[in-house]
Every structure is written in C-alpha cells, then in structure tokens.
C-alpha cells in the first residue's frame, strides 16, 4: 500500500485529537455555531473536512458543533447512503441520516439549538478556511433563509484547529521531512556533474516510488530543480537543456507526503570542492542561512507573522541584496502549503494573513532566496515547529553548500 | 511511476483537446466571457481547471476566455512565480504575471473586453461547475465592484465541456473499466467461501497496487464488500465478521483512476453452482440486468436524465421491487462522481440537474438495486459512452451470477 494516503485508523485518531480542541477553541473564539457545509467532497473538497471529519461525503452533509447553554453537541445530516459510515467512526453524538433533502432536518436542527451566530467555511485570504463553495452558500441562504443574518467566518476557528498540530500529526510531518532528507542525501551521491534538470527529476522520483511516498505538490514541479545560473526559481518543471557544470550551483525545492502529511525543504549542491567556492557564492549562502537563523531566533507563541518576516527581509537587505518576493514561510500540515498565518510581508497579495498571531504547535517553513550575479539564486528552506518558548528545526538544517566532486 | 496520475503530456494533450471546444460550447450557450478565478488549486481544487487549465496555481490567478467582438482571446493573469508554467502550456495568448497583487492587472483586462456577462464557477446544483469558493466570490466582488451585476453561473458552460470527453479521455476511462474487469476476473480465482470482507477488500488492493492504480474513491470504501444478506450496501468499509457462506451472494462496487481517469462498476458473486441459484436471487438479477437494458436502450443525444432513470425505475416497480434510493446513472472522468447531468428522479436532492439534456460523447454509468427478502440486495452497475443515436457498453455486461463453486 501507498504511504502516500493516511491509513483510515491513523485519520480517526488525529480526528479524535481535533474533536479535543474544537470546543476549547470555540469558546476561546467566541463562537457557539459552527457549520460544515458540503457535498462530494472527492470532486471538490473543503480542506478543513479530512482533520475534522475524517473522509469524504457525496451527499449534501451538514456537521454541526454547538453550545446549546454549556452543552456541547456534534450532530452529522447525512445522506442515509453516508450515515453508516459517520456512525461507525463513533465521533458524533448523533446522525441524521435523510432520503430526498437535507432542507428539512437541518432546519429543524438550527430550530433547536437557536444558535446566537453561525460560523461558516469562507474567507477571502485564507484558503483553508474557504472551502464553502458559493453554491453551496446560496443554497444555505434558501434553506436557513430566517438565518442568513447570523452568518460569520469560521476562518479564526478553522485556523486554529488546522495549526494546532495534534501530537500525531507532528509525528509525521517529521516522518516525511526525515524522508526527503534521506532521499537528499542519497541524491548526493547519484548525481553527476553534467547531468540535465529531467535526468535529475527522474532519479528523485525513482527514489520516491522506491519509498512509496508521494510528491507533496505536483510531480512535474515536485521537485523543482534548479541547474546553473539562468533559471529563476518557481512553479515550473524541468527544462531538458538545463544541465549541471563544475563551477555552478544545483538547488531543489522538494517534499513528499507521508501518511497524508507534507515536507518542503530546499537544498543546495556545489559543483566542485569546498575550496573551490567562489567568495560570492559563500556570502550568499551566509546571509540566505543568517537570516534563517534569525528568523528562527525570534519565533515563538505570540508574535505576529508579519515581524517574524521582517526580521529576516531586513537581514537580507542590510547585506546588499534585493529582497525575497514571497513570504519567508508557510504552514506545513496535509498539504505543503497549509493555509492559516503566513509569516510574510504586508502585501496586498497576502491580504490580512501576515497579521494573525504565531501558536505553539504551529509548523513552518523558513525559506528565501537572493539572488547572484553570476550564479543565478541562492535559496534554502528549513521546517520548523513552534514550541513553548521558540521553534525547534524538524530535521538538521543545511549549514552549507553540499559538494559534489565527480570531476 | 504510478499510473494513478495523468503524465503532464497527456493532460496537456486533453487540454488542448477542450480548448478547441470551449469557444464553440461559449456561442452555444450565450456565453461571451468566462472567468476562472482560483488560488491555491492544490489545496482547495476548482474541479474544472484539470481539464481546462492542466495543473495547479498557487496564487490568485484569473483565466479569462473571451470574445471581444468576433476575435476570441485566452488570458492568463498569475502570480510571478507561476508565470513561467503557464507560458510553458503553450495555450494562452497572453500570460500576464504579477508581483504584489492581482487587482490592477485584472481590472485593466476586464476595461479592455468589456464583457457583456461575465461566467463564473458556481452553481447550487453541479458539484463540478461549483469551484468558485464563497471567499473568492466576495473577493471578486471587491476587485470588480463595478462589474459585479454581470456574473451569472457558468455552469451549463462547465458541464458541456467536461460532459463532452475528448477521443484522449474516452480512451482512459475505457482502460480503468478493463482494469477494473480484470482484477474482478481475477478475483473469481481468488476469493473462498468463508472469507470475510476484510480479507477480500485487501485481496482487491493487493491486485490495484500490482497494477499500480489507485481506488477511484476513498479506499477504506473502494471497493465497497458486501458480503450476505444482512448489509446495507453504501459508502462503508468492510465489516470483519461479516463472512462469505455457500449459497450466499457477495457484491462489490469498485473502481480505479487510471491515469487520472475512472471506472465504477458493481459486480456480484454466487457461492455455489449455477443450478443452486435460487429462483428469489435469479428473478432479482433479471430485474436488474432487464433495467439497466431497457435505459441503456433508450439513452441516446437528446433525451433528459430523469426519463432515462424513469425507465429504469418503472420496471423495477412492475416487477413488484421497492425502488432505488438513488439516481440510476452518474457521469464518469477524472472523479467517479464526475458531475453535471444526473439521470435521475426529481427529487428535492438532485435540484434541477436530472432535467438536462443528455450529449453524444457522456460517460454514464447505470447502476441500480432490488432488495430481496432472503439474501440482500441484488445490485448492478455498468459503464457506457453515448453514441451518435444510442450508447455502447466500455466493457462486456455482466450478465448473469459468476459462481464461485469451491465448496
């Protein structure tokens, strides 16, 4: 079987850890409602439903948590063919299962628990808290019409339970780092000096399908992989005529999934010996790897995202470089790129996000490049999880340019 | 490599292929300008952009497909970082990349081609014409406030494009229907009387991954194992003390997604020789198979989805059974829910979809249940491609009980 997918016994478990959170959370947020909205969730997911519902829907369902007084219930509406399965995972305290529509148990549902707002899963900068489709949302005005003024985000909600990681959860994002690093390190030693950008790819997804791990992004960009000086990094495959040569650089961008769960590390290859690299190289690499360091030095519970990224765009700028055109980091979790808060700069692009407030048990990556004159962009990227009091790097960080000497 | 994901080449391939249709299904339907607004794909998919954008974003990104006048343009408005992919597809007229937000330049293009409606990816009904988050909605909103009375549902557009499949998607589906058929094959070797649904669910997995192909949906249900009389068939796993016995039925529903395409089919098995059948089980069979016949003889271009499943679903009646709690055919593609036409009853469930009009070129499948009182349901499912006047079956039917006479 794939490691690649969660086994169903490992998803309920982390489930059961988000149902731990989930009232806490509510009440910490204010919030006495919260609705899951969806349908066919195989063909058009909300992200959000895998750590709190476990799988997949095909009819319209709707998951409801609420305090009614101090009580607090989880009720699941369900199509009858999908009650079987919500039952049998024991997470709810009750589930409806309906026939023709769901229009009229789940209004005699909000009848009863009278809720004061309701959180829904819509946000314009977070992605994972957005996973209510605008149909969908239409059809939620038709049928809680009388409702439709109580409408909130769940986006505060939905992104604490996400980047709360559960105790199993950092268990495995550690698990599939300590894989990329292993097929890493195993690249050292399988590429040679002259190879194209394809032949390279090839030989990581070789050692991928070995381990039975997926890329965690799309495989023709997963990994990205960068030869020589005169390519700019980004979303884009390999390019055949891009090859390795003594004297240049060679920089991947590269996760996999495990267990349903992301790694996003980058790492750097030197073409030649250590004396041999060139003193504008080894500053680069000094200030992309300081201002990791002192990114990673100010993490900790209670900053904002914004600041953690000023602290490294600022070191890279007082060193004479022109500063990274992304954020320093994203979250890490199911997906590579988590959603919840950035830790990037005030940019329209990045809406409100950056604003949000660093938590304990949030994972990251650290990443940015600058850019050289003559040997095109120097990047790294490190994963880290925020502890009581800082971070702690999941796997050891790349402290210097690794050396391939074939030639 | 696995043959569960689509080979960049061929989905560019497909691509290219719905490109061709795109502008003539837009005259079609009264459709001058189509919006697809989406951001970080992976994470929170547009179910459509598969197959008309080939491949993930990671930042906001607009896809305008528009006539200006008789001239009809394809612009690719993305984050910088994405730009270079884009170009790559070598299916946009412009690629236009932005830094720090997607704003000015969206706003710039829509000044240009003045659109008279603008369609956006939404419907209360399509799950697959649905991509458009409520987020991004209100997003969209803001950018083009000025714009906002123009946007109507592209849905119908959607559907006809995904509806339609390509000589390229045609050919896959009908690869994952003769995998699926031969590991069903297969398994009339392997599966003993006596063995429970567990044991035979891995035996099914064991042969997908020999095959290197993955469930078409969720593999804790895929395939679904019924084994006796006493399980309700649904979207439930196995049950470990539910057993095979002599003279009992056992009765899958099971797919795979072959390169990035799927099968659904239901098969079911006799513990026992043919003449041990007992007349109960063989007149459900009959009504079953006799169904699925008399809707796959009157499905052709034209007809509406609920007059076929109302074929079906008649018979099954004057033959004295209960009717199916469900629709009798869904589309088939990259999901095996794939969306749009449904051929089934106007039920507050299905909204309006049944009443669409079936096209030559759909993939449905036919599938439907009778309940008998002493050995379960008795259900079906098969797979077929509408023609120019009727449809064609992707894989021989099953046409009777395959018997499994170990004992």
Same mark, same amino acid.
């Given at each position: 079987?794939?490691?690649?997918?969660?086994?169903?016994?490992?998803?309920?478990?982390?489930?059961?850890?988000?149902? @731990?959170?989930? /009232?806490?959370?509510?009440?910490?947020?204010?919030?006495?409602?919260?609705?899951?909205?969806?349908?066919?969730?195989?063909?058009? /997911?909300?992200?959000?439903?895998?750590? !709190?519902?476990?799988?997949? !829907?095909?009819?319209?369902?709707?998951?409801?948590?609420?305090?009614?007084?101090?009580?607090?219930?989880?009720?699941?509406?369900?199509?009858?063919?999908?009650?079987?399965?919500?039952?049998?995972?024991?997470?709810?305290?009750?589930?409806?299962?309906?026939?023709? =529509?769901?229009?009229?148990?789940?209004?005699?549902?909000?009848?009863?628990?009278?809720?004061?707002?309701?959180?829904?899963?819509?946000?314009?900068?977070?992605?994972?808290?957005? =996973? %209510?489709?605008?149909?969908?949302?239409?059809?939620?005005?038709?049928?809680?019409?009388?409702?439709?003024?109580?409408?909130?985000?769940?986006?505060? %909600?939905?992104?604490?339970?996400?980047?709360?990681?559960?105790?199993?959860?950092?268990?495995? *994002?550690?698990?599939?780092?300590?894989?990329?690093? $292993?097929?890493?390190?195993?690249?050292?030693?399988?590429?040679?000096?002259?190879?194209?950008?394809? $032949?390279?790819?090839?030989?990581?997804?070789? @050692?991928?399908?070995?381990?039975?791990?997926? $890329?965690?992004?799309?495989?023709?960009?997963?990994?990205?992989?960068?030869?020589? /000086?005169?390519?700019?990094? &980004?979303?884009?495959?390999?390019?055949?005529?891009?090859?390795?040569?003594?004297?240049?650089?060679?920089?991947?961008?590269?996760? *996999?999934?495990?267990?349903? #769960?992301?790694?996003?590390?980058?790492?750097?290859?030197?073409? &030649?010996?250590?004396?041999?690299? /060139?003193?504008?190289?080894?500053?680069?690499?000094?200030? *992309?790897?300081?201002?990791?360091?002192?990114?990673? $030095?100010?993490? +900790?519970?209670? *900053?904002?995202?914004?600041?953690?990224? +000023?602290?490294?765009?600022?070191?890279?700028?007082?060193?004479? #470089?022109?500063? #990274?055109?992304?954020?320093?980091?994203?979250?890490?979790?199911?997906?590579?790129?988590?959603?919840? %808060? %950035?830790?990037?700069?005030?940019?329209?692009?990045?809406?409100?996000?950056?604003? =949000?407030?660093?938590?304990?048990?949030?994972?990251?990556?650290?990443?940015?490049?600058?850019?050289? +004159?003559? #040997?095109?962009?120097?990047?790294?990227?490190?994963?880290?999880? !925020?502890?009581?009091? =800082?971070?702690?790097?999941?796997?050891?960080?790349?402290? +210097?340019?690794?050396?391939? @000497?074939?030639?």
């Amino acid at each position: 079987m794939s490691q690649a997918k969660i086994p169903h016994d490992l998803l309920i478990k982390i489930v059961k850890e988000k149902h @731990e959170l989930i /009232p806490k959370i509510m009440k910490e947020k204010g919030i006495d409602c919260w609705l899951i909205f969806a349908r066919e969730t195989s063909v058009n /997911p909300d992200p959000i439903m895998n750590q !709190v519902i476990g799988g997949d !829907v095909v009819w319209k369902s709707s998951f409801v948590f609420a305090f009614e007084g101090e009580k607090f219930t989880k009720s699941a509406i369900v199509g009858d063919f999908d009650a079987l399965a919500e039952e049998r995972k024991g997470i709810w305290d009750v589930v409806i299962p309906y026939k023709e =529509g769901i229009s009229a148990p789940m209004k005699e549902l909000f009848q009863r628990i009278k809720p004061s707002k309701i959180a829904l899963n819509y946000s314009e900068d977070d992605v994972v808290s957005d =996973g %209510l489709s605008h149909g969908m949302f239409l059809k939620l005005i038709s049928i809680l019409s009388d409702k439709k003024d109580l409408f909130i985000s769940a986006a505060p %909600l939905i992104q604490a339970i996400r980047g709360r990681k559960t105790k199993t959860e950092l268990e495995l *994002v550690t698990k599939a780092c300590e894989l990329t690093e $292993e097929i890493n390190h195993k690249m050292t030693k399988l590429i040679k000096t002259g190879m194209n950008e394809t $032949e390279i790819q090839n030989l990581f997804h070789d @050692e991928m399908d070995k381990r039975n791990v997926v $890329e965690a992004w799309q495989r023709v960009s997963c990994p990205a992989i960068d030869a020589g /000086p005169d390519k700019e990094y &980004g979303h884009v495959g390999p390019l055949p005529n891009s090859k390795t040569k003594k004297g240049h650089i060679l920089h991947n961008d590269f996760g *996999v999934k495990f267990s349903g #769960y992301c790694s996003d590390l980058q790492r750097i290859w030197f073409f &030649g010996s250590e004396d041999e690299i /060139p003193e504008e190289l080894t500053h680069a690499f000094k200030t *992309v790897h300081g201002a990791i360091t002192k990114a990673a $030095e100010c993490i +900790k519970p209670g *900053v904002t995202g914004f600041s953690v990224d +000023k602290v490294a765009r600022d070191y890279v700028k007082s060193q004479g #470089y022109e500063e #990274y055109a992304h954020a320093l980091g994203h979250q890490l979790g199911t997906n590579a790129h988590d959603g919840g %808060l %950035l830790l990037g700069p005030l940019w329209e692009r990045y809406g409100d996000i950056p604003k =949000g407030i660093v938590e304990e048990g949030n994972i990251f990556t650290l990443e940015l490049y600058v850019k050289t +004159k003559n #040997y095109g962009m120097v990047s790294l990227e490190e994963d880290i999880v !925020v502890t009581k009091d =800082g971070c702690r790097f999941l796997v050891p960080r790349c402290d +210097k340019f690794i050396t391939i @000497e074939d030639t």
